[in-house]
């Protein structure tokens, strides 16, 4: 059964409607060969019930996503085995459930394995971080040798001025330096007996680098007079206190007046050392 068409595929009407050509050849006008109405019907039915079936589907997809994340193939078979572990857990002596606990034994051992694990990290761990810190001490230990080591090898004062050979007077005064980073730039300082930084004599208010400093430290120490060469404290020794006292008291003035306490601490106790009387 067919619309009856033209030699240009357009459809023939008959009385405002179009044609069809049934199987033996007959054909009918304004007839229609089905009920529309109903056809209509039975497809809205239909659709309505395939979506029906659609959400109904996406609710048991969804509801039973968790068995088929199990990997779950056979849901009768499945549910069979389930019930019957059920049953046997609800069916245990009390000598079952004792005897269970060999699980909590598994545990048990399964968590000192890890444990030990953990401690053979952390020891390799602690090793690695020993060897890193030793490479840094060594590190350190070469750039003190650079610095400090240095200046004491370096220095005129050491070598014009006292009988002390560098490596004598480093091992007697070099702990009484440091190294520290200043802008960038890594400097040697030493330190008085308080634990302060010694201030210069020659640029006051600031530090005495490490050349300055063992002159310093030098002209401190309680036994200078066996240090120093016999020409370096003769007879113009006293003179030469004098003068560095009036230095000093020219700092530790100037110091006072800037306000830098550091440096007024410093300088105090070098006038003492100096010789100095009068009161501060």
């Avoid at 049953?87 to 030990?116: H, P």
């Amino acid at each position: 059964m067919a619309w009856k068409v033209d030699e240009n595929g357009g459809f023939v009407a008959q009385d405002g409607a179009p044609i069809w050509i049934y199987e033996d050849g007959e054909n009918k006008g304004s007839e229609a060969p089905v009920d529309f109405g109903k056809t209509l019907k039975s497809i809205n039915d239909i659709k309505s019930e395939s979506i029906t079936r659609k959400n109904k589907l996406k609710e048991l997809g969804e509801k039973y996503k968790a068995i088929d994340d199990l990997g779950v193939e056979d849901l009768s078979e499945w549910i069979v085995k389930a019930n019957g572990a059920m049953e046997k857990v609800a069916n245990l002596t009390d000598k079952e459930i004792l005897d269970a606990g060999g699980i909590e034994k598994i545990k048990t051992q399964a968590a000192e394995v890890w444990q030990a694990k953990l401690n053979n990290t952390a020891k390799s761990y602690e090793e690695k971080l020993a060897e890193k810190e030793k490479a840094i001490m060594g590190k350190d230990g070469a750039i003190r040798n650079l610095i400090i080591r240095g200046a004491f090898d370096r220095s005129e004062f050491l070598r014009d001025r006292t009988v002390l050979p560098s490596n004598f007077a480093y091992a007697d005064m070099g702990g009484r330096f440091v190294v520290e980073e200043v802008n960038g730039e890594l400097k040697g300082f030493a330190l008085d007996a308080e634990g302060n930084k010694l201030m210069s004599a020659k640029n006051p208010a600031e530090y005495a680098d490490p050349d300055e400093a063992i002159e310093l430290l030098v002209l401190s120490h309680p036994q200078k007079d066996r240090i120093l060469k016999a020409d370096a404290s003769g007879g113009g020794a006293q003179n030469t206190n004098a003068g560095k006292a009036s230095d000093l008291l020219a700092q530790y003035n100037d110091a006072k007046a800037k306000g830098q306490h550091a440096a007024m601490v410093s300088l105090k106790r070098r006038l003492h050392e100096s010789g100095f009387k009068g009161v501060l």
